[in-house]
């Protein structure tokens, strides 16, 4: 059985940020970018990714949700919450979009009624509880992806 992998980007601060997103969403194996919200993004750092990942736009979280559930796709927020699973203990069972904070704020409330779980990030330094949202997603794409996809190399 084939479990893939989607990124949803809604609410990210800095638009730069997309790009790199896309960057990792390739390099681990995601099918398809969800855009919510505004169309617009810019491409630094995505390094010609872009033009392998296919990006799919929705004007609202609802109607991103409703495609993802017809996918039959879990919904994993990316955040410390009390119910949130440490994501090297791989709690995915099958296809997963995953749903990453705002650079300051992190999930907002809406955000997080749409996820199905909550995945967090072990951290083993205490300087900080947050990490940037391209870096968060390349590990917690990282960790799905090793489960599910063959290295290209």
Known sequence: ???ESYVV???IAKRHNVGTLARSA???????????GRRDFNSFGSHGSTSHLPFRHFHSLSDAR????EKDCDICGVEITDSALPVNEHPFKRSTAFLLGNEGTGLSTKECE???FFVYIPQYGCGTASLNVTV???IVLHHFGG???GSCF
Do not use: P, Q, Y
């Not at 390739?26 to 919510?36: C, N, P, R, S, Y």
């Not at 409703?66 to 559930?69: D, G, I």
């Open 1 to 3: 059985m084939v479990r």
């Open 9 to 11: 980007v809604h609410n």
């Open 26 to 36: 390739t390099a681990f194996g995601v099918k398809e970018l969800i855009l919510v």
């Open 66 to 69: 409703n495609f993802l559930k």
């Open 114 to 116: 749409i996820c199905d």
């Open 136 to 138: 968060a997603a390349s």
């Open 147 to 149: 489960l599910h996809h």
